[in-house]
T-cell receptor
Framework: KQEVTQIPAALSVPEGENLVLNCSFT??????LQWFRQDPGKGLTSLLL?????REQTSGRLNASLDKSSGRSTLYIAASQPGDSATYLC??????????FGQGTELSVKP | DAEITQSPRHKITETGRQVTLACHQT?????MFWYRQDLGHGLRLIHY???????NKGEVSDGYSVSRSNTEDLPLTLESAASSQTSVYFC???????????FGQGTRLTVV
């Protein structure tokens, strides 16, 4: 059974700091991995999608990496801003056709 | 713009009533999913569909049903609402399993 874990559960950093969020998964048989952002009381916004054959994807200040063999992905946020405060979720698209989520990392960026 | 919409956004219902939550997407995506989100449990898959007339059970499907009569819609029905089904429900869709998934804004359901 595929399990997805995100560490840490919560993170507080000062504005301007570079930070890394971690995601690990137990079964490497995946189609892809997707990172989402969720603001309080809102839906999920897609940030980046990495196919299983890719090593990384970049969008603006965000860079996501994928090491399928070790079951790990990281989301790097450069020069963090208070507007980056949200919960970040990773999800793997398992070969069985299910999108499995981690519990999320709640990020707070202090001005 | 193409989008995925859920209705209602908020609903309060009584224990034992049948409730249907709507999900409509205008992208013509084949794959659609229903999740519930609860504190301490994260997002859990209820049901999913790969196309018209196809439905599959997720990890928490007991007490829920779905039907897919067209590409655009995947309504979620709670057969007999229970207090344990108080949650925020999210619908998602994607073209294929290799493409990006998009989520609706969610429906907050309270069963009293």
């Amino acid at each position: 059974k595929q399990e997805v874990t995100q560490i840490p559960a919560a993170l507080s950093v000062p504005e301007g700091e570079n930070l890394v969020l971690n995601c690990s998964f137990t079964d490497s048989a995946i189609y892809n991995l997707q990172w989402f952002r969720q603001d309080p009381g809102k839906g999920l916004t897609s940030l980046l999608l990495i196919q299983s054959s890719q090593r990384e994807q970049t969008s603006g200040r965000l860079n996501a990496s994928l090491d399928k063999s070790s079951g790990r992905s990281t989301l790097y946020i450069a020069a963090s801003q208070p507007g980056d405060s949200a919960t970040y979720l990773c999800a793997v698209m398992a070969i069985q056709g299910k999108l499995i989520f981690g519990q999320g990392t709640e990020l707070s960026v202090k001005p | 713009d193409a989008e995925i919409t859920q209705s209602p956004r908020h609903k309060i219902t009584e224990t034992g009533r049948q409730v249907t939550l709507a999900c409509h997407q205008t992208w013509n995506h084949n794959n659609m999913f229903w999740y519930r989100q609860d504190l301490g449990h994260g997002l859990r898959l209820i049901h999913y569909s790969y196309g018209v007339q196809d439905t599959n059970k997720g990890e928490v499907s007991d007490g829920y049903s779905v039907s897919r009569s067209n590409t655009e819609d995947l309504p979620l029905t709670l057969e007999s609402a229970a207090s344990s089904q108080t949650s925020v429900y999210f619908c998602a869709s994607r073209v294929t399993l290799n493409t990006e998934a998009f989520f609706g804004q969610g429906t907050r359901l309270t069963v009293v």
